[in-house]
């Protein structure tokens, strides 16, 4: 099976491979048959870019994987690993929820009765991801058993083949340029009758995410507009 790797950065193309997590990992370590489409330098949204490669790419079988320049892929069969993960899910991530509530401000977290927003309960989360810069990681963030169905994924990393995303139509949202793509691109999903899974890849993760921007509060209300709830 063919891979093509969508990855967007602010960074130039020579820094990406020297300056990313995801770059020296690819350095050192791109297996035969993985097709990296990198957008150096970009300003774009992420769902446009990601869209504008599933339609490059329409009417070939391969396994498209979008993902975050940040990322050390830790996994030296990582290639297999989500090509099994697609036998059992039409879409894969690393992390997800089980479930979904009305108003819910990210997919590892629910809103108190006062408003605030708390991670949700153990029994509703699924996956592992690690956090930091060297290994061994910082932290390691275990919210509870992969190969569970969701619907909720986190998008640090989303794979899925392209015949599937050829057939239905699923699509990233333009409207979510870098908050809430993840969230929308599921839900769309399950409209489309597909099913979402967390699957067993070891990764470590720069970034922790950010939920305090202007932007984050901005995409927060389209996606509750949108969804209407």
């Known amino acids: ?32 048959g993985v097709e990296l489409r990198l957008f150096a330098e970009n300003t774009a949204g992420l769902p446009e870019i990601y869209n504008s490669v599933i339609e490059e790419h329409i009417g070939q ?51 108190d009765a006062d ?10 989360l699924s996956g592992v991801v ?3 810069k060297h290994f061994p990681p910082n932290i390691w963030s275990v919210f509870g058993s992969p190969r569970k169905k969701v619907l909720l994924l986190d998008g640090l ?13 699923l699509r990233f949202d333009p409207r979510f340029r870098f908050h ?12 489309l ?6 699957w067993d890849l070891s990764v470590m993760h720069e970034s922790g995410g950010n939920f305090a921007s202007a932007d984050w509060q901005a995409a927060y209300e389209s996606y509750l507009l949108k969804w209407g709830e």
């Open 1 to 32: 099976m063919q891979f093509t790797l969508v990855v967007a950065t602010r960074a130039t193309q020579e820094a990406f491979l020297t300056d990313t997590a995801l770059g020296r990992c690819l350095q050192k370590q791109q297996p035969h």
């Open 61 to 111: 079988s391969r396994i498209m994987v979008f993902l975050h320049d940040d990322i050390h892929l830790l996994d030296f069969y990582w290639t297999h690993r989500l090509q099994a993960g697609l036998q059992a899910f039409d879409v894969v991530g690393l992390a997800g929820n089980v479930r979904r509530v009305p108003r819910q401000p990210g997919w590892a977290f629910v809103r």
């Open 115 to 124: 408003g605030k927003r708390r991670w949700d309960d153990p029994e509703n």
């Open 130 to 132: 690690a956090h930091g």
């Open 157 to 169: 990393l989303l794979a899925v083949h392209s015949e599937t995303l050829a057939r239905s139509g």
């Open 180 to 191: 809430f793509y993840d969230m929308d691109f599921c839900r769309r999903a399950e409209q």
């Open 193 to 198: 009758a597909l099913s979402c899974g967390t």
